[in-house]
Each structure stands twice: as structure tokens, then as C-alpha cells.
């Protein structure tokens, strides 16, 4: 295994920078630049870096961290060197590594990457170091932090650990036929197979949650030109990320902005105005208008309520179960006006919690609003018992595993029947990477005693 080493920090200027290496020659490699012998185990300890070629030529006074192999992250000997966090010094540092020439750059994702592979980490704890990486907001941290405790690697786990049990069953059955085996045996694992469809049904059938946390629940925002969308964009974004302007039809694209509502990820999309136009572009801005409100986990459907309740015609088919209804410009409704809305809200159903009174020129109602789709997005992410799914590549192996599962409780031969619970065993093996059917069947087989 060759030694790699990469700066662990963002490029930039900062206090500190981390550069860390990893491999059988990354303590001859400290050695070499402190000219001193390795420091104890896990100390930190203030050391002199200087260039092996020219130990003259000093690059800075550092902490560094000895940590030999297993119990370092990747499980190989790992050292890493706290620097001071210039330029100038870490392109030194990389320099002298790089012209020592027993350690090469590391590639991305090199470092856990061979955690996992000396199983410091399983494939679904390796992807939550990413997803702690890349959490913006609260929610998705805690997240990523459950699966990288093990809470999602445990689970599917010991889903492929009860297969694997029943597998080595259905293969003894088939091996030795002739043997004393207790009777049924297809029979006798119906029902644990029953058990696992049903757990892993459950599993699945949880609306998206945690994948929605970690990609961020998408919001758009729709309804007739000059409304006010673009401006209840900028209120929501508090910046001016959309052009605000009296023309209607001034929107065209659909702008996106991330924002962080009460610890759960939002991405929030402007669109061009709902209406019959000639403009080409304008059209195509239309088009994605629409395709983005269907994709979007909620719709925010503004009117301009001073146009009184006729507005409604045009957007009546965009209100639903995840849409909210936002009459703007509050500011010029009178109070007849705004009685006539509440007849015809309450003529037509709609729920008086699916409709936000605002005025964007003002800011009255803002916060309610804030709050209602705040709560909303909760209703989509939050909640939920134990470790939730958080990705397709989970979702697409536990969706084979099942309909293995579902094909077993079908199948008509034995053969066939201990194959698709062999298929499902290694379905939930590439989700973690780590289920190896065959070490598994050698130990259970063990127990056996047949054929000894
Ligand atoms: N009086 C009033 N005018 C508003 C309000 N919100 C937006 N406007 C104005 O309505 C016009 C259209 O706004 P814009 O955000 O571009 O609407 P969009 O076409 O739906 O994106 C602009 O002139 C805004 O200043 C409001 O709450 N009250
Ligand atoms: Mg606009």
C-alpha cells in the first residue's frame, strides 16, 4: 500500500491548516522532517518541520499527531501536521512530502477509503463522512451523524444476518436431503421471511424523509405575473436574488436559492409568471414554472389578492394537499374585499391553514408564513423513528432485496427459492459492503454438524 498524504482544510488563508498522510511510510516521512524520532502515540506535540532535503530551511513550527496503525482513521499509521495556516507554508510542506518521494497526493475520498477497506468504517458510515462534510444545516448534520454512528450500517446489518441464517436452513435442506433436518424447512422460514418484507416495507414507505433532509425539500413558487413571487422570494432569501419589477413577465428562468428554515435545508425556486404569452422564452420559463411545482415537495401559489378573488381561476388546479395559498399585497385589500376572499375561500374548501395573508411591501405576515412553511418542511423531514433512508443507491438495493423476498414466498422449486433469498442477502451486502454470504454460511454451516 503506497503512503498518501493531502492537505485535510480548505485552500485559503486561514489560522490553521491540517495536513495529514497515511500509509506504511508516514512515520519515516515525520521522522525525515523533524529530524527527531517519532513522538508518543496519539500526543500532540509542538515540532519543528524543516525540509529533509535542506534541513537548514525551516517551514514552520507545527503540532503533530502520531497515530500508528490500527487505531487511526484509515487504520494504517497516520500522521497529522497542524500547521499555520498560510499559503506559503503549506506549499512548503507539500513541497518537501512531494520531494521526499516515498508518499503521493491523495486522491479524493483516498483517506476513507481505506477505512473502509481495513474496516474503520462501512460503506454507509464512508458515505455519512460525506454527508457531515456537506451538511449546511443542523438537521442534516444530526443526520449524517446517526448513520455515521452505525445507526443505518446496524440495521441493514442484521437484516442480511437473519437472511444469511435462514439462506444456510434452505441450503442444508437442498444439500442433504437425506439427512434428519427437521421437516418443512421452506415452510418453517415463511414466516421470518414475512417479518423481514414487513420491516423493510416499513422502512422504505417513510415519504422520503431522510433523503429529502439530505438533498433539501424543494419549495417553488408559482402563480400569475407581477404577484409578487419574486419579490416573496427576496423576503424569504432576505437578499435580492430575483428581479423584482412592475413588467410582467420580467421572470423567466426559475432562480433557486438554498435557505436554512429552522435547521432543515430548503431549496426555494422563483418561476416565470402562469400565463398565455406569444414570447417563445417566456413560454419555455412557463413550461419549467410548471414541471418544477410538480416536482416540488411544497408549492407556494401567490396572488395578488388586491385583485379580489377571480385570481383564483387561474392557479385553482395548482392548490392541493402541498400547496399554500399566499394572497399578497395585503396593503391594498380592503377590509369588503378581503371579506369577499373569505367567502369564496370558504365556498370553494380551502382550509383557512392552507392560506397566508402577506404584504411583501410592508412585511405583515411574513412570519406567520415563515412559520407555516417552517412547520411544513418539519411535517416533511422531522420526525420519524429510527434511522431513516437517506439515499436512491439504499433505496434501489432494499427495494431488490424485497421483491427477491416477494419472489421467494412465489417460487415454486426449492432451488429457486433459496436463489432469490441469496439475491436479497446480497442486495442489503452492497448497501454496507460489508455482508460476505459465503463467511457467513461457513460459520452458520459450522453449527450444522452435518457431513463432518
Ligand atoms: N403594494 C404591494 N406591491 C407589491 C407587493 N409585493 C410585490 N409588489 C409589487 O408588485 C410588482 C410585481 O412584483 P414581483 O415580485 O416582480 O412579482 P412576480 O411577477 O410575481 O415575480 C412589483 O412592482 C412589486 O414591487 C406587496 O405586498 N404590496
Ligand atoms: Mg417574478
Redesign the pocket.
Known amino acids: 500500500m503506497e503512503t498518501i498524504y493531502a492537505p485535510a482544510t480548505a485552500p485559503g488563508r486561514a489560522a490553521v491548516a491540517v495536513l495529514r498522510l497515511s500509509g506504511p511510510d508516514a512515520g519515516a516521512i515525520l521522522t525525515a522532517l523533524t529530524g527527531r524520532p517519532l513522538p508518543r502515540p496519539r500526543r500532540a506535540v509542538l515540532a519543528r518541520l524543516r525540509d529533509p532535503a535542506d534541513p537548514a530551511d525551516r517551514i514552520d513550527r507545527a503540532l503533530a499527531l502520531w497515530f500508528p496503525a490500527p487505531a487511526s482513521f484509515t487504520g494504517e499509521d497516520v500522521v497529522e501536521l497542524h500547521l499555520h495556516g498560510g499559503r506559503a507554508v503549506l506549499d512548503a510542506l507539500v513541497a518537501a512530502i512531494g520531494a521526499d518521494g516515498r508518499a503521493r497526493l491523495a486522491e479524493p475520498g483516498e483517506f476513507t477509503r481505506r477505512a473502509f477497506l481495513n474496516h474503520k468504517l462501512d460503506l454507509t458510515e464512508a458515505e455519512a463522512v460525506a454527508d457531515l462534510v456537506d451538511a449546511e444545516t443542523r438537521a442534516q448534520a444530526r443526520q449524517a451523524l446517526r448513520q455515521l454512528d452505525g445507526a443505518l450500517g446496524r440495521l441493514y446489518g442484521d437484516w442480511a444476518r437473519r437472511l444469511t441464517r435462514l439462506l444456510a436452513h434452505l441450503e442444508a435442506d437442498l444439500d442433504f436431503p437425506d439427512e434428519d433436518l427437521p421437516g418443512g424447512v421452506a415452510a418453517s422460514v415463511a414466516p421470518e421471511v414475512d417479518r423481514l418484507i414487513a420491516e423493510i416495507a416499513a422502512h422504505l414507505d417513510d415519504a422520503r424523509r431522510g433523503e429529502r433532509l439530505r438533498e433539501g425539500v424543494e419549495i417553488a ?1 408559482i ?12 423576503a424569504l432569501a432576505r437578499r435580492d436574488a ?10 423567466r428562468d426559475v432562480i433557486e436559492v438554498q435557505l436554512d428554515l429552522g435547521g432543515y435545508p430548503v431549496v426555494l425556486a ?1 418561476t416565470a ?1 402562469l400565463r398565455e404569452t406569444a414570447d417563445a422564452i417566456e413560454d419555455e420559463g412557463i413550461r419549467r414554472a410548471l414541471a418544477r411545482a410538480e416536482r416540488a415537495d411544497l408549492s407556494l401559489v ?1 396572488l ?1 389578492a ?1 385583485g379580489g378573488p377571480d385570481a383564483l381561476d387561474a392557479v385553482r388546479r395548482r392548490l392541493s394537499a402541498e400547496a399554500l395559498l399566499v394572497l ?5 385589500v380592503t377590509e369588503a374585499l378581503r371579506a369577499a376572499w373569505d367567502r369564496v375561500l370558504a365556498a370553494e374548501g380551502v382550509p383557512p391553514a392552507a392560506v397566508a395573508w ?5 412585511g405583515d405576515g411574513l412570519k406567520p408564513l415563515l412559520s407555516a412553511v417552517t412547520g411544513r418542511v418539519a411535517a416533511l423531514v422531522g420526525g420519524g423513528t429510527g434511522a431513516p433512508l437517506t439515499r436512491a443507491r439504499h433505496r434501489e438495493a432494499l427495494e431488490y432485496a424485497k421483491a427477491a423476498l416477494e419472489r421467494f414466498r412465489a417460487a415454486p422449486l426449492p432451488e429457486l427459492a433459496a436463489e432469490d433469498v441469496r439475491l436479497a442477502v446480497r442486495a442489503l451486502g452492497r448497501i454496507t459492503g460489508r455482508v460476505d454470504v459465503e463467511d457467513l454460511l461457513d460459520v452458520i454451516f459450522r453449527d450444522f454438524c452435518i457431513g463432518k
Do not use: F, H, Q
Request: aromatic share 0%.
Open positions: 413558487i402563480g400569475p405575473p407581477n404577484a409578487g413571487k419574486s419579490s416573496l422570494l427576496n430575483a428581479i423584482v419589477s412592475a413588467i410582467p413577465g420580467t421572470t422563483d409568471g401567490v395578488d388586491a399578497n399585497k395585503a396593503d391594498r402577506l404584504s411583501v411591501t410592508t
